[in-house]
């Protein structure tokens, strides 16, 4: 399992991002996949996560209505595009695989196959 993020950047706040996950060595459209973020010095918070073909999708309350997920199974790839970006957006961001079996939410616990981040950084 190899996942692969870009798409990271500098931004001022207000300002939009998309970010790109690009998935491989399994079956990309078997499997819930989730967007997840770290600050410094805070906990890996689960902030979207995408269903695997019918694509229901749940948000965090924090990126509700200004973060989108999305996905291309065809291109075995997972998009995170977020608009209006605030400061407290700041953090690394991280695209992971759903566990088989288990539950189904933003835990970070129930995903175990992740990428190694991109950076994302909003400035006030």
């Known amino acids: 399992v190899q996942l692969v993020e870009s798409g990271g950047g500098a931004v001022q706040a207000g300002g939009s991002l998309r970010l790109s996950c690009a998935a491989s060595?399994?079956?990309?459209?078997?499997?819930?996949m989730g967007w997840f973020r770290q600050a410094p010095g805070k906990e890996r918070e689960g902030i979207a996560i995408?269903?695997?073909?019918?694509?229901?999708?749940i948000y965090a309350d924090s990126v509700k209505g200004r973060f989108t997920i999305s996905r291309d199974n065809a291109k075995n790839t997972l998009y995170l595009q977020m608009n209006s970006l605030k400061a407290e957006d700041t953090a690394m961001y991280f695209c992971?695989?759903?566990?088989?079996?288990?539950?189904?939410?933003?835990?970070?616990?129930?995903?175990?196959?992740w990428g190694q981040g991109t950076q994302v950084t909003v400035s006030s």
């Open positions: 060595g399994f079956t990309y459209s078997s499997y819930w």
């Open positions: 995408i269903s695997p073909s019918v694509g229901n999708t």
């Open positions: 992971a695989r759903k566990n088989t079996g288990g539950g189904v939410g933003l835990n970070p616990t129930n995903f175990g196959y």
